[in-house]
Every structure is written in C-alpha cells, then in structure tokens.
Nanobody, 116 residues
Framework: QVQLVESGGGLVQAGGSLTLSCAASGLTFSSYAMAWFRQAPGKEREVVSIIGSDGSTWYAESVKGRFTISRDNAKKTVYLQMNSLKPEDTAVYYC??????????WGQGTQVTVSS
C-alpha cells in the first residue's frame, strides 16, 4: 500500500520555526521526486518546494531563503524545515511524490498556523 504520512505541523508565532516530515511507505522512495505543497483557506494549492531523486532542489520565491527541503532515502522521509515563519505561511501542507510528470502520491496534509 502506497502511503505518505505528514507530521510536524502546529501553531507557531511569527518568526518561529517548524519542521515537517513526510514518511513514505510502499514505494521505491529513492526514485521519486518529492514536493511540498500548501493550500490556504480560499486559495488554490501551490507548490512550495521540490527535491528531485538526485537531490536537486527548487523553492517558490515566497519561501526562498526561509525554507529548506531535504530527504533521507534510508528513512524514506522528506523534510521541510521552515524558519522565519510568517502569518501568510498559514496553510495545510501536503507532501507528494512522482516518478513521471504527474504527482500521483499524496499525503493527507498537516496544518501549519502562524500567529501574528
């Protein structure tokens, strides 16, 4: 059974930090590109950061310099370290994986709330 399970969300004050984790099972994790998406209330889902199977990374401009994505293939886990959090980072964060062009494996999401 292919599964992604996020954890690490919560309530934090502006300027604070959180680290999200996404544990994978049932898939060849090392061959997947992994991404973090987020969806704020009333807004469309947006991609936050991507890490390729080769370890290459990409960040949305809104989080560049504040967020860091990483992966541990031995633990089948992808992380998102979030620093200097802002109220506009408040959203449900999802991890997703793909081997082809489409992200076809999704987690259930974890809520991140940043208070001002």
């Amino acid at each position: 059974q292919v599964q992604l399970v996020e954890s690490g969300g919560g309530l934090v004050q502006a300027g604070g930090s959180l680290t999200l984790s996404c544990a994978a099972s049932g898939l060849t994790f090392s061959s997947y590109a992994m991404a973090w998406f987020r969806q704020a209330p009333g807004k469309e889902r947006e991609v936050v950061s991507i890490i390729g199977s080769d370890g290459s990374t990409w960040y949305a401009e809104s989080v560049k310099g504040r967020f860091t994505i990483s992966r541990d293939n031995a633990k089948k886990t992808v992380y998102l370290q979030m620093n200097s959090l802002k109220p506009e980072d408040t959203a449900v964060y999802y991890c997703a994986g793909r081997r082809t062009l489409r992200y076809d494996v999704w987690g259930q999401g974890t809520q991140v709330t940043v208070s001002s």
